[in-house]
């Protein structure tokens, strides 16, 4: 059973660029939350999707913004890059059904903003 | 001041140790108490998870929570080299708008020596 998948593994842009990092989540998951973890910090919230919504949304800016399709996996996509959007970006799966605080996490998605 | 506050250390301990782990957090209206586990370059592995207040044991692993002092608890028994990672300290509140939503603590970091 594939645990929660990322992609890419790692990405490097430039200031002003876009990007959009990929995740697909453990198979009997629906809900997919989205983390930033910066160099020596703690996974900060993003946002979380259930049912194809945003269903709650951490304190970032709206150049982050997502989307969560009908198979569960889900899209981060962040404008107008800042050398601070660089960091670790993780994608974590909720069961169907479960507790939305059981959140399994994926390896991540390194990015590193020039 | 942050939620959750951690010691990020580092704790270097001989393999064999008890090694305690520890958070302390200001918001009383968590009560979803989790610990992961960071091996480096990789995404968090959820290792335990307790409700309210109380201790939870599974093998060399014990969490306890203390809700009256707001401090929360991870104690290894006869640690491993393999032990050494990155600690991280999560919470949750029970319900609401951000039900769901983990506030992390900054980790620890540890390193077992043989």
């Known amino acids: 059973d594939a645990g929660v998948t990322q992609s890419p593994t790692h990405l490097i842009k430039t200031r002003g660029q876009q990007v959009t990092l990929r995740c697909s989540p453990k198979?009997?998951?629906?809900?997919v939350s989205w983390y930033q973890q910066a160099l020596g910090q703690g996974p900060q919230f993003i946002f979380q999707?259930?049912?194809?919504?945003?269903?709650q949304r951490g304190n970032f800016p709206d150049r982050f913004s997502g989307h969560q399709f009908p198979n569960y996996s889900s899209e981060l996509n962040v404008n107008a890059l800042l050398l601070g959007d660089s960091a670790l970006y993780l994608c974590?799966?909720?069961?169907?059904?479960?507790?939305?605080?059981?959140?399994?996490f994926g390896p991540g998605t390194r990015l590193t903003v020039l | 001041q942050k939620e959750v506050e951690q010691d990020p250390g580092p704790l270097s301990v001989p393999e064999g140790a008890i090694v305690s782990l520890n958070c302390t957090y200001s918001?009383?209206?968590?009560?979803?108490f989790m610990w992961y586990r960071q091996y480096s370059r990789k995404g968090p592995e959820l290792l335990m998870y307790?409700?309210?207040?109380g201790n939870k044991e599974d093998g060399r692993f014990t969490a306890q929570v203390d809700k009256s002092s707001k401090y929360i608890s991870l104690f290894i028994r006869d640690s491993q080299p393999s032990d050494s990672a990155t600690y991280l300290c999560a919470m949750s509140l029970a319900g609401g708008t951000s039900y769901g939503k983990l506030t992390f603590g900054q980790g620890t970091i540890l390193t077992v020596h043989p």
């Open positions: 974590a799966s909720s069961p169907t059904g479960g507790s939305k605080y059981t959140q399994y």
């Open positions: 198979s009997g998951h629906d809900t």
């Open positions: 999707y259930y049912e194809e919504e945003e269903r």
């Open positions: 307790t409700y309210s207040s």
């Open positions: 918001n009383s209206a968590f009560q979803y």
